[in-house]
C-alpha cells in the first residue's frame, strides 16, 4: 500500500504497483497529504482486490473512537486532547448512534445549540471544522458519511493582535531570570510559539550560520508540519550563548517537565510581576511579527518568518505597515511622454 514520504516542501505517496514504484505528489501540507494517501490507499486496493466493499454504516462511538486513535498518532497530543473535548461536547448535545446520522442539519443544530450556551463563534467554528474533517476522512475509510461542506462557519469580528510594546519588552527582560528572559527573546526576536520553544533543541541553533531551525522532532511536529529558518538577532544570539554556557548540559533550550497549559500560567503570573495587564505568552509572538510590520517588512517575509502556510493569516497585522497605498504607487517611475512633432500620433 502507498507509503507517506517528503521531497523538499512536497509529501509525496510511494508504492509498487504492476511491478513498478509508482510516486504521487500530494500537498505541502501533511495533514491533507494524509487524506488524500487514504483516498489513494482505497484506489489502489480496488485496483488490486477488485471493487472495494459497500460503504460501513459504523457506530458513532466505534468511530469516534478510530478518529481519536488517528488523532494520537497523527497530531500532536495538545490537538488529540482539543479533539477529543469536541467529540465530548457534541454528544453532550446531540445523541446520534451512527456515522450516516451526523448530517449537515444536524451540524446546523449543533452550532445552534452551542450559540445558545454562550459559546464563542470562534470556537463553534473549530468544533466544526473538526466534526467536518472527521466525517471526510471517514468517507475516504469506506464509511457512510454525509457531505458537510455546505455548512458554514459563523461570522466572527476579526480582532486586532495584542502585542507589546519596546518599553513592555524592556521591562520583561530587566524583571527576568534567566530563563524567562530566554522565553521573552525567543517569542520577540523569533516569533516562536509555546510548542516550537519547547521543542527547540541546541542542534537547531546554529551559531555559526547565525539562525534557528525549526524542524519536527520524532515525538512533535511544527504547526501545519512546515519547517523553517529564522534568522538569529544579535541580541537573541548573544544571550544564547551565555544561556547554553549554563544549560548547555540539557538538549533542549527550555527545558519544561510539566504541562504546556502551566507554561503559559507562569507566564501570565510573569506579566503580573511586570505590572502588564494585558497580552499572553503568544502576544510575544504577535509583538515579532507587529514590529516586522511597522518596520515596513514585506507581509510575505513575514509570513515566511512566521511559518504561516498562508499569507491570508498574516493580513493581520497589515494595518501596522507605515506604506500607504498612495506611497506605494509613487515609486513608480515617473515617465513623460514625448512626441517628436509635438502632437499626438495616431
Known amino acids: 500500500?502507498?507509503?507517506l514520504v517528503k521531497r523538499g516542501n512536497t509529501w509525496?505517496?510511494?508504492?509498487?504497483?504492476?511491478?513498478?514504484?509508482?510516486?504521487?505528489?500530494?500537498?505541502?501540507?501533511?495533514?491533507?497529504?494524509?487524506?488524500?494517501?487514504l483516498a489513494l490507499e482505497k484506489a489502489v486496493r480496488?485496483?488490486?482486490?477488485?471493487?472495494?466493499?459497500?460503504p460501513q454504516d459504523i457506530a458513532w462511538t466505534e468511530y469516534v473512537e478510530?478518529?481519536?486513535?488517528?488523532?494520537?498518532?497523527?497530531?500532536?497530543?495538545?490537538t488529540h486532547e482539543r479533539n477529543r473535548i469536541v467529540f465530548s461536547n457534541f454528544d453532550n448535545t446531540i445523541?446520534?448512534?451512527?456515522?450516516?446520522?451526523?448530517?449537515?442539519?444536524?451540524?446546523?443544530?449543533f452550532k445552534a445549540n452551542r450559540k445558545e450556551d454562550g459559546i464563542m463563534p470562534a470556537t463553534i467554528n473549530r468544533e466544526v471544522s473538526i466534526l467536518r474533517r472527521a466525517a471526510a476522512i471517514g468517507k475516504q475509510r469506506g464509511y457512510i458519511a454525509a457531505d458537510l461542506g455546505s455548512v458554514v462557519k459563523l461570522s466572527v469580528p476579526k480582532k486586532r493582535p495584542v502585542f507589546y510594546s519596546e518599553a513592555e519588552i524592556q521591562t520583561m527582560l530587566q524583571?527576568?531570570?534567566?530563563?524567562w528572559k530566554t522565553v521573552v527573546l525567543l517569542g520577540f526576536y523569533g516569533g516562536l510559539r509555546l510548542g516550537e520553544m519547547l521543542h527547540l533543541e541546541w542542534q537547531d541553533v546554529d551559531f555559526e550560520r547565525q539562525e534557528l531551525r525549526i524542524a519536527p522532532k520524532e515525538d512533535w511536529h511544527p504547526k501545519d508540519c512546515e519547517a523553517r529558518e529564522i534568522d538569529l538577532h544579535p541580541t537573541l544570539g548573544e544571550h544564547l550563548r551565555a544561556w547554553k554556557a549554563?544549560?548547555?548540559?540539557?538538549?533542549?533550550?527550555?527545558?519544561?517537565?510539566?504541562?504546556?497549559h502551566q507554561f503559559s500560567m507562569m507566564f501570565s503570573s510573569f506579566l503580573r510581576r511586570c505590572g502588564i495587564a494585558k497580552g499572553s505568552l503568544h502576544s510575544l509572538r504577535h509583538s515579532f511579527a507587529s514590529h516586522l510590520a511597522m518596520a515596513d517588512v514585506n507581509l510575505l517575509k513575514i509570513a515566511r518568518l512566521m511559518g504561516h502556510s498562508n499569507v491570508q493569516t498574516t493580513q493581520i497585522?497589515?494595518?501596522?505597515q507605515p506604506s500607504s497605498l498612495r506611497e506605494a504607487v509613487l515609486r513608480l517611475p515617473a515617465i513623460q511622454p514625448h512626441s517628436s512633432n509635438g502632437s499626438a500620433q495616431t
Open 95 to 109: 445523541h446520534i448512534q451512527r456515522l450516516s446520522e451526523l448530517t449537515a442539519d444536524v451540524l446546523e443544530q
Open 46 to 54: 480496488g485496483r488490486r482486490y477488485g471493487d472495494p466493499a459497500e
Open 12 to 37: 509525496n505517496a510511494r508504492w509498487w504497483e504492476n511491478g513498478r514504484e509508482r510516486w504521487k505528489a500530494l500537498s505541502s501540507n501533511k495533514l491533507v497529504a494524509q487524506e488524500k494517501l
Open 175 to 179: 524583571r527576568a531570570d534567566p530563563f
Open 246 to 260: 549554563v544549560s548547555g548540559q540539557q538538549a533542549r533550550v527550555v527545558r519544561w517537565d510539566r504541562k504546556n
Open 317 to 320: 497585522y497589515a494595518h501596522l
Open 66 to 78: 478510530k478518529f481519536l486513535s488517528y488523532c494520537k498518532g497523527n497530531l500532536a497530543p495538545a
Open 1 to 3: 500500500m502507498p507509503g
